[in-house]
């Protein structure tokens, strides 16, 4: 286990993370790039700092040479601060109550930025490793599901890893299975007039109804019944909006679904399904219309892998216990590499339950275990140049 200095070195990165607001929207990080940058290139890393939009900003840091190509993985974006009425802390002041250290981001992810910086200064301490690269990622555009942080960092070829080491609040779980995500737009139109005839119009939102109830009767509940260990298909009508008035026949109507998938299910085919079942429903041709909004497919890594196994290994080391394997319900940036072929872990300190809340909060000793895990980590798989 980590010291007691080790300790207060996570406990300082930490407050100094939590201070630097990066919330979505529109999860600016240019303040949090420009003080942790120098920070690793005074430790030797290569550091670059990229973006596709300005003011959503990404470290990539390396030490090392060639293959493998560890890296590891920390989003530093975080949902809004809410009503702040619901705090019982300053959230942008990491505060410490018992062993918990209360702040906006502590779990979701900026614990494991915590981490990963002590990680860094770690290697950096031992020469670097003795074989291969080690990358840490600091993104931004998490909380978005959107395009320009660890997405942008892979079609830019910026970051080509062949291990991939996310660092989700699993509470210092493995997960090593995770569902795809799709968004699907459905829009329907239909003819605007006057409320007090409303049979001379079309009505969109229930032209929109008629739709949703035939995806519920014909293709929901098959989606439902898809299981793959103990992760499921899910799929979520998040947000419904028509009309202009309430005296007018809406013209206009929008729903948005959330579709989650099966690491053996693949986007194109969901898609087509949704599509598929809503041309069945009998509405005009003309009358309705879908978008893939965005989409990535899950992602499956075998026990037996290499990192799965030495962060296993690392585990049992550190904590005398067996690795505890988990179950993502969200889905991580590891989503964007889920076709290159390459052992993708989430892995790091903080619960599920604790992030996207009020009186957010992390474990101090849960992040003196995660720091003492990844070092083995590190060790197992690349050993130290000194």
């Known amino acids: 286990m980590p010291v007691a200095s080790d300790r207060a070195r996570l406990i300082a990165w930490l407050g100094q993370l939590v201070a ?31 973006k596709e939009v300005d003011g959503l900003e990404n470290i990539v840091a390396s030490i090392g040479e060639g293959t493998p190509h560890l890296v590891f993985n920390a989003h530093v974006d975080t949902v809004g601060v809410g009503d702040r009425g619901d705090w019982r802390t300053d959230p ?10 209360y702040g906006l981001g502590a779990s979701n992810c900026k614990g494991s930025m915590a981490v990963h910086l002590w990680l860094a200064e770690e290697i950096a301490k031992r020469g670097g490793p003795r074989r291969g690269t080690v990358t840490f990622t600091f993104v931004t555009d998490e909380e978005s599901l959107g395009p320009h942080g660890m997405a942008y960092l892979r079609q830019a070829g910026l970051v080509k890893p062949t291990m991939l080491c996310l660092g989700a609040p699993t509470s210092n779980a493995l997960i090593t299975t995770e569902r795809g995500v799709m968004w699907v737009a459905v829009e329907t139109t239909g003819r605007a007039a006057h409320a007090g005839a409303p049979e001379t ?23 439902a019944a898809r299981r793959e260990g ?11 909006q028509g009309g202009s008035n309430t005296n007018v026949v809406p013209s206009r109507c929008r729903l ?5 998938l099966l690491p053996s299910e693949s986007v194109e085919r969901a898609y087509a399904e949704i599509v598929e079942t809503l041309r069945a429903s009998g509405e005009p041709e003309g009358s309705w219309s879908a978008e893939l909004m965005r989409g990535t497919n899950g992602f499956a ?17 550190v904590t005398g216990e067996p690795a505890r394997f988990g ?30 809340a009020a009186n957010e909060f992390v474990l101090a000793s849960e992040l003196e275990t995660s720091a003492a895990i990844h070092l083995a980590l590190v060790e197992r798989l690349l050993g130290w140049r000194d």
């Not at 948005?256 to 989650?260: L, N, S, T």
Request: aromatic letters at 6%; proline letters at 5%; glycine letters at 12%.
């Open 20 to 50: 630097i607001p990066t919330a979505y929207p529109p999860g600016d990080t240019t303040r949090l790039c420009a003080e942790i940058a120098p920070e690793l290139t005074r430790l030797g890393y290569r550091v670059g700092v990229h």
């Open 92 to 101: 942008f002041v990491l505060t410490a109550h018992g062993d918990r250290l």
């Open 201 to 223: 119009g079309d009505n969109a939102i229930e032209r929109m109804l008629r739709l949703i109830a035939c995806l519920q009767r014909d293709l929901f509940p098959r989606i």
């Open 230 to 240: 103990e992760a499921r298909s899910t799929v979520n009508l998040g947000q419904l």
């Open 256 to 260: 948005e679904i959330d579709r989650r």
């Open 301 to 317: 890594s075998a026990a037996d892998g290499e990192l799965v196994a030495a962060l296993a290994g690392a585990v049992e080391q």
């Open 327 to 356: 179950t993502a319900i969200g889905a991580s940036d590891g989503r964007y590499f889920a076709e290159d072929g390459i052992e993708i872990v989430n892995f790091g300190p903080g619960g599920g339950s604790e992030g996207h």
